[in-house]
């Protein structure tokens, strides 16, 4: 059945094909090939969200349903948004759209960032569920790959959920890089030194440092490295970082990001707690070294993926003891290598097949 949605505009109206059970409402995000509803689920009264996807246009867009589809349905963790349902279409034939049920949060982190000034308790609280979601997906060997302010959802209870695993990929997998640079058009703010100077290999630190960025972000309420291009980018990393030291200059593997980098200016690095007074501290901390919120933050934008912290220890630092709790703090099985056999394939992957992989998917 056809349910119909407001546009924003309120004049304009999109076409749910979705059960009568659910009372399409607003509509509450639109990207590059879905739109979100809010809606009503009348048997039990409860809100949802539901995710319009016409990914078959662009194999792109296929892959990234797919991800989504498989990597929520695997986790089930508090602070990773869940997929409560999918529409089954009613032939293959007519299979044209995607629906994906999900709970409803009632806004994110960029627009809470835009909107008001977060306290210390805020973003304690905030970047402590964002690690321990982060705990999950990298102990099933899952690198987010596009962490940002916008896809982590949040609600009036200050629960924060991981959304949008369209770029996830396993970090087992030791496949050459240069797909991963094609197809990688996330937001250049939040990605890491690494992902710019090397070409052939990236690892879990790749999402810690975009949680230092966000951390950042939520302290003082604007992005830390707005880059406008790749190279702006490394520059106002740097700018702020310093020029790397020796060690960290030789752990670059590329030769021409080392020599890259060799042209650039020195620069002297930046005291965070410079950029960020006024951090709290408690009486026992030493006094000649940072609050322990820079402390973190420092941590995390580590410029050297090999001494960046990893979430397991950034979940155990000062700054987050009052919500650390070891044994809440879950863990997910490691997904099977074959569980992203598309994804090594997916050069030699037709669209049809493709929306056949999608098609199983959803019908299992």
Do not use: Q
């Given at each position: 059945m056809s349910n119909r949605a407001p546009g924003q505009s309120g004049s304009r109206k999109i076409s749910f094909n979705v059960s009568e059970q659910y009372d399409i409402q607003d509509v509450v995000g639109e990207g590059a090939y879905g739109v979100v509803c809010s809606a009503l689920h009348k048997p039990s009264g409860q809100k949802v969200a539901i995710k319009k996807i016409t990914p078959f246009d662009h194999s792109m867009f296929c892959l990234r349903t797919l991800r989504e589809m498989k990597l929520l349905r695997y986790f089930n963790h508090e602070n990773i948004i869940s997929i409560l349902d999918i529409q089954k279409p009613r032939s293959y034939e007519s299979f044209t759209e995607v629906y994906l049920i999900q709970e409803l949060m009632e806004t994110d982190m960029h627009r809470v960032i835009r909107t008001q000034d977060l306290s210390d308790d805020h973003c304690q609280y905030f970047i402590y569920q964002t690690l321990r979601a982060l705990k999950a997906m990298h102990s099933?060997?899952?690198?987010?790959?596009?962490?940002?302010?916008?896809?982590?959802?949040?609600?009036?209870?200050?629960?924060?959920?991981?959304?949008?695993?369209?770029?996830?990929?396993?970090?087992?997998?030791?496949?050459?890089?240069?797909?991963?640079?094609?197809?990688?058009?996330?937001?250049?703010?939040?990605?890491?030194?690494?992902?710019?100077?090397?070409?052939?290999?990236?690892?879990?630190?790749?999402d810690v440092w975009s949680v230092g960025c966000i951390l950042a972000e939520m302290f003082s309420g604007k992005p830390l490295f707005p880059g406008k291009d790749y190279h702006h980018q490394l520059t106002l990393i740097l700018e702020i970082l310093g020029t790397p030291t020796m060690e960290d200059y030789y752990g670059i593997k590329s030769r021409r990001a080392r020599e890259y980098i060799r042209s650039l200016p020195f620069k002297k690095k930046v005291d965070l707690e410079v950029l960020f007074p006024d951090k709290p501290r408690d009486e026992e901390d030493d006094p000649k070294q940072p609050p322990p919120a820079i402390q973190l933050l420092q941590a995390l934008l580590e410029f050297n993926p090999a001494k960046r912290i990893t979430v397991e220890k950034a979940l155990e630092h000062k700054y987050l003891r009052p919500y650390h709790d070891k044994d809440d703090e879950p863990t997910a099985a490691p997904i099977p290598e074959e569980f992203f056999d598309f994804d090594k394939n997916k050069d030699n992957l037709t669209k049809e097949q493709l929306k056949e992989l999608i098609y199983t998917e959803i019908m299992r």
């Open positions: 099933a060997n899952v690198l987010h790959r596009d962490l940002k302010p916008s896809n982590l959802l949040l609600n009036a209870n200050c629960d924060l959920k991981v959304c949008d695993f369209g770029l996830a990929r396993s970090a087992a997998s030791h496949e050459d890089n240069s797909g991963f640079m094609t197809e990688y058009v996330a937001t250049r703010w939040y990605r890491a030194p690494e992902i710019m100077l090397t070409f052939k290999e990236y690892t879990k630190a790749i």
